[in-house]
T-cell receptor, first 112, second 113 residues
Framework: QKEVEQDPGPLSVPEGAIVSLNCTYS??????FMWYRQYSRKGPELLMY????GNKEDGRFTAQVDKSSKYISLFIRDSQPSDSATYLC????????????FGTGTRLTIIP | KAGVTQTPRYLIKTRGQQVTLSCSPI?????VSWYQQTPGQGLQFLFE???????NKGNFPGRFSGRQFSNSRSEMNVSTLELGDSALYLC????????????FGPGTRLLVL
């Protein structure tokens, strides 16, 4: 079983909808949680970065971490066609450890 | 500031050959990490270099190796290529590597025939 599980999708939603993307993990040592967005033929770019449990909001994006359930989420409000991409969750144990463990990614399409 | 650059962008090799991929980090960044991305396994960590020293290593066979130069540029080498090595190889750089944001390059797409 993989340390990080992520539904690969694909997920298609109409423009303006709220999108919910999720990952579960098994290693309770993970402390830092990230969401990356990857457009076709591009490298991943960091969207959100959270430490431990709680919520973090940045514009239309909200990241949630529930360490008790080993579950993290990314919500996208007022989704736009430009949000169409693959979304990857990633996590690591601590500062100083650059070994990020990624989910396999969810391919999202926003339909105009 | 220029981003992370990787060369070449595309590469076709045959089984048994070896390949060297190059990564130039963002100016001033000293940490370079390498990842392999495949449809089935997603992104998997290969190794990380900081100040010319390998600091972290993933669970890949010894055929995968890397190095970092004094200007922080990094290369990774795969010897005795196998079909399963076909993947997108991504490098990421950060300034100190101490949990700071990693910036990814566009990747090198390797196809092994």
């Amino acid at each position: 079983q993989k340390e990080v599980e992520q539904d690969p999708g694909p997920l298609s939603v109409p423009e303006g909808a709220i999108v919910s993307l999720n990952c579960t993990y098994s290693n309770s040592a993970f402390q830092y949680f990230m969401w990356y967005r990857q457009y076709s033929r591009k490298g991943p770019e960091l969207l959100m970065y959270t430490y431990s449990s709680g919520n973090k909001e940045d514009g239309r994006f909200t990241a949630q971490v529930d360490k008790s359930s080993k579950y993290i989420s990314l919500f996208i409000r007022d989704s736009q066609p430009s949000d169409s991409a693959t979304y990857l969750c990633a996590m690591t144990i601590a500062f100083g450890n650059e070994k990020l463990t990624f989910g396999t990614g969810t391919r999202l399409t926003i339909i105009p | 500031k220029a981003g992370v650059t990787q060369t070449p962008r595309y590469l076709i090799k045959t089984r048994g050959q070896q390949v060297t991929l190059s990564c130039s980090p963002i100016s001033g960044h000293r940490s370079v990490s390498w990842y392999q991305q495949t449809p089935g396994q997603g992104l998997q960590f290969l190794f990380e270099y900081f100040s010319e020293t390998q600091r972290n290593k993933g669970n890949f066979p010894g055929r995968f190796s890397g190095r970092q130069f004094s200007n922080s540029r990094s290369e990774m080498n795969v010897s005795t290529l196998e079909l399963g090595d076909s993947a997108l190889y991504l490098c990421a750089s950060s300034s100190t590597g101490l949990g700071e944001t990693q910036y990814f390059g566009p990747g090198t797409r390797l196809l092994v025939l």
